[in-house]
C-alpha cells in the first residue's frame, strides 16, 4: 500500500461546498488560501451511494460504509413500535467510526470532532427576502465559522490530538437557499451587492482554513479537506403520495379519519411552539390517508422516495395479510417508481428504484427502513403530503439548489499525487485517513484506502516544507 504515514491529522468537513462551488471561487481570487491547497493537494471527486441527504453523508463519512452498515436513509426514520416518527442521530451508529479508532489506539484525548452549530440549528430557514435579512444570516453563517475554528484553536493548545475534525455544515443551508447568489455553475447570479455579500462568507471560510492551516504547520500534520457531496440546481418537488394515489395505491381520508389527522397535526405543532417538543411525532398526524384502504404510503424523506407497504407488522391493518398480496403490492409500487415521467417534459423523475431486502440482504422492518427506495433525478426533491390540487410537480421558491452529485476529498499530506484527479467513494474517506495515522480499517467498513491519491517515491524536502494552505 502506497499511503505515507503522519502523526496527525487535521480533517476540515465542508457540508456540500464542492468542487464546482470551491474552484471558481479559488480561481477568482475569492478563496486565495484554498488556491494553495489546489496547487499543492492530491484530489479526488467521491461518489455518495444512497439518498443524498446529510445522515447518510456524514454516517458514511463517519463509518467508512453505506447505510448497510450504518443503518441510515434519511434524517428521520419510521419506529413502527412507537408508531411515530423519530430523528435519526437519537440512534447511535451500530459500527466503529473513524473517532472511534483513533481514540481506540491512542486513548480519549486522540480524536476531537468540532461542529460549528448544535445539532438541527438551521441558520438560513428560508431564502432572504431583503438584503439587511441576508447580511444578519451571512453575519451569523460567519460567526459560526469563526466559532468552531476558534474551539480547534483551543483544544489544540489545551490537550494533545492525533485526529482533529472540524465539521462546517452551515454551508449547507446557506447552498440550499443562495446557490444562484454565488454566480457559479451555471447559476443566474444577481443583484451585485447580493453576490458579494454571499461570497463574504466563503471568504471568511479561507480566512479560516489559512488559521487552520497554521495550526497543521505547527503540529506536523496532514490535512484533509473533504466535502461529502455537491448540489445542483433546484427544479421541483415531486409529491409521492399523490403519485401512489393516481395508481390506486394510496386512498385518501375522508370523514373521521380526516378529523384524526388534522387534530393530530395541530397538536403537534402546539406541542412544537408552546410545550416541550416531542422526540416522536405520531403516525396518525403525518399523512391524510385511510389507511384500512391503502397500500403503500410515503410519511417522510425528501433527498429520496421512501415508500412503506401496509403490512399487519408496519402498521397493525389487515390491508396486506397475505404473501401475494405484499408480492402485488410490491410490484405496483416498483412500476410506480419506474414509470413516473414529469408532466410536461416526460423525463424520469427517478434514476434508481431498489428494494431494501434485496439491496442489503435485510429484513426492513428489523432494521426501521422502508420496503422500497427511489433516487430522484438531478435537481428534484420528493415530499409526502398530499397536494390541495392534486398536482404531481410543485416548485418551492425558497430553494436554490438541491443535493446533488459528488463530493469532493483534498490531501495534503508527503508522496501526494499532484495534477491528477482520481475518482473515489465517500466511504473511501475513513479508511484512507486512518491509514494516514498508520491505522487500519474496521472490519465493518467497505470502503478502501485510495492509493491513487499518493505517489509511489517521496518528495523532495523543499516539497515536503510547503505550507498546506498558504499561497506563495
Known amino acids: 500500500m502506497h499511503c505515507p504515514t503522519v502523526p496527525r491529522v487535521l480533517m476540515v468537513a465542508l457540508g456540500g461546498a464542492t468542487y464546482e462551488v470551491l474552484v471558481p471561487l479559488a480561481e477568482s481570487g475569492t478563496m486565495p488560501n484554498l488556491a494553495g491547497l489546489l496547487r499543492s493537494a492530491a484530489l479526488a471527486r467521491l461518489r455518495l451511494r444512497g439518498p443524498c441527504n446529510e445522515s ?16 441510515l436513509l434519511e434524517d428521520c426514520y419510521l419506529d413502527h413500535r412507537r408508531r411515530g416518527l423519530l430523528p435519526g442521530h437519537v440512534r447511535p451508529l451500530p459500527c466503529p467510526t473513524l473517532a472511534n479508532l483513533a481514540s481506540e489506539a491512542e486513548g480519549e484525548a486522540a480524536a476531537v470532532q468540532l461542529a460549528d452549530v448544535p445539532r438541527g440549528v438551521r441558520i438560513w ?18 460567526a459560526a465559522i469563526r466559532g468552531a475554528v476558534a474551539a480547534a484553536v483551543q483544544i489544540d493548545r489545551s490537550r494533545p490530538w492525533r485526529l482533529l475534525e472540524v465539521r462546517l455544515t452551515v454551508l449547507d443551508s446557506l447552498l440550499h437557499r443562495l446557490w444562484h447568489m454565488l454566480g457559479i455553475g451555471g447559476g443566474p447570479g444577481g443583484n451585485r451587492q447580493w453576490v ?14 489559512g488559521e487552520l492551516a497554521e495550526l497543521a504547520g505547527r503540529r506536523g500534520a496532514a490535512v484533509v479537506l473533504v466535502s461529502p457531496y455537491g448540489f445542483s440546481p433546484f427544479r421541483e418537488k415531486i409529491t409521492l403520495s399523490e403519485l401512489l394515489r393516481r395508481r390506486g395505491l394510496l386512498q385518501m381520508a375522508q370523514g373521521r379519519a380526516k378529523l384524526g389527522y388534522r387534530l393530530s397535526r395541530l397538536a403537534w405543532k402546539a406541542r412544537q ?17 385511510d389507511m384500512r384502504r391503502t397500500r403503500a404510503v410515503s410519511l417522510h424523506g425528501q433527498s429520496a422516495a421512501l415508500v412503506y407497504l401496509n403490512t399487519p407488522a408496519r402498521f397493525g391493518t389487515r390491508v396486506l395479510r397475505s ?57 428534484f426533491y420528493v415530499r409526502h403530503r398530499l397536494d390541495r390540487n392534486r398536482h404531481l410537480m410543485r416548485t418551492d421558491c425558497s430553494l436554490s439548489a438541491a443535493r446533488n452529485g459528488e463530493g469532493l476529498m483534498m490531501v495534503h499530506a508527503p508522496q501526494v499525487m499532484l495534477g491528477r484527479p482520481c475518482t473515489a467513494e465517500l466511504a473511501d474517506v475513513a479508511p484512507t485517513v486512518l491509514a494516514l495515522l498508520g491505522l487500519g480499517p474496521a472490519a465493518s467498513m467497505t470502503g478502501r484506502v485510495v492509493e491513487d491519491l499518493f505517489v509511489r517515491e517521496p518528495l523532495p524536502a523543499e516539497r515536503l516544507r510547503q505550507h498546506p494552505l498558504r499561497t506563495p
Open 125 to 142: 430557514q428560508g431564502r432572504p427576502t431583503t438584503f439587511a435579512e441576508l447580511c444578519r444570516g451571512i453575519a451569523r453563517t460567519d
Open 56 to 71: 447518510v453523508a456524514w454516517g458514511t463519512l463517519e463509518s467508512g460504509g453505506g447505510p448497510g452498515v450504518h443503518g
Open 323 to 379: 404473501g401475494r398480496q405484499y408480492e402485488q403490492a410490491t410490484a405496483e409500487v416498483w412500476a410506480a417508481l419506474r414509470e413516473a415521467q414529469h408532466p410536461v417534459t416526460h423525463e424520469p423523475l427517478f434514476e434508481e428504484v431498489y428494494l431494501t431486502a434485496a439491496r442489503f440482504g435485510c429484513d426492513p422492518l428489523a432494521r426501521f427502513w422502508p420496503e422500497l427506495v427511489a433516487i430522484p433525478a438531478a435537481g
Open 273 to 289: 411552539r408552546f410545550g416541550p417538543k416531542p422526540a416522536c411525532q405520531s403516525v396518525s398526524g403525518l399523512l391524510a390517508a
Open 196 to 209: 458579494a455579500k454571499t461570497r463574504e462568507a466563503f471568504r471568511t471560510l479561507d480566512d479560516c482554513l
